[in-house]
Structure formats: structure tokens, C-alpha cells
């Protein structure tokens, strides 16, 4: 049975990935802040993107995100296992993605599947990313 702190965690947690979620879609880059540790390293190498640092990230979507007239990162099938043994709680957690990314024109719509894979730490402002990896799994690119 899980305890009432790990419930709270868990909840957390999912709170944390929507609002990544909800900061990427509504282009508000400066709302990631709230969702990774200052030193994150955040890899998006696998889906076309670049591995670095949260404020290298904030300039590489704003740079090239524009190419895209609307994107919904949908995140489910999360397994989230946290470890209270160490120091500062951490979590390592995995959740899917499906990502549809309308490209400028409306002509194209780039379908992606893909997985989070992320650590995450308690912090004194709460639970924030530290690392995420994006493992690819599919694509499909569909122009009409």
C-alpha cells in the first residue's frame, strides 16, 4: 500500500510533466524555470533537437519551434520509481509521448511517439527535472 507522502509525490510528479507539457505547447519558455533543476541537462539529440543546458534549450525552441503552427505533447504510461534512501529524494521516471507537430504551411503534420526518460529530485521549491533524455521510437510524417 502506498503511503499518503509517496500518493503526494506521485501526484506531484504528474503535475510537474502536465506543466512541462503546458509550457512547451503555449511557447512559454520561461515557465520551464518551474519544471527542471538550474544545471538540468535536458537531451532531445534523438528527435532532431540538441543535448544542453535548460537556457540553451529556452533558445533552441524559441529558435526553431516557429517552424510549427501548433504541437500537443500528450504524456501517459508513466512508471515512476522514487528512492527515499538517498540524501535528497530522487525519482526515475519514464513516461511516453505522442507529439503531432503542424508544420507553418498546414500542409504537413509530423506525427512522433516517443519516451521521457528522467531524473528528477526533490528540491526545496519541489520535485524538478534534473535530467531528461528523449528516447525516438516512431515518426510519421504525413503532407496533403
Known amino acids: 500500500m502506498l503511503s499518503q507522502q509517496e500518493i503526494s ?25 518551474a519544471v527542471f533543476t538550474p544545471d538540468a541537462v535536458i537531451d532531445y539529440s534523438e528527435m532532431g533537437g540538441i543535448r544542453g543546458s535548460l537556457a540553451e ?43 503531432p507537430m503542424v508544420v507553418a504551411d498546414e500542409k504537413q503534420v509530423l506525427f512522433c511517439g516517443l519516451w521521457y526518460r528522467d531524473e528528477i529530485v526533490r528540491t526545496p521549491q519541489g520535485w524538478r527535472i534534473r535530467s531528461r533524455h528523449e528516447d525516438r521510437s516512431w515518426s510519421l510524417d504525413v503532407r496533403r
Open 9 to 33: 509525490d506521485r501526484l506531484e510528479i504528474l503535475d510537474l510533466l502536465a506543466r512541462y507539457c503546458a509550457a512547451i505547447d503555449s511557447r512559454r519558455w520561461d515557465d520551464l524555470d
Open 57 to 99: 534549450q529556452k533558445v533552441f525552441l524559441d529558435d526553431n519551434l516557429p517552424a510549427f503552427a501548433g504541437f500537443q505533447h500528450l504524456v501517459g504510461s508513466t512508471v515512476i520509481d522514487i528512492d527515499y534512501a538517498a540524501d535528497a529524494d530522487t525519482a526515475a521516471v519514464r513516461s511516453i509521448c505522442f507529439n
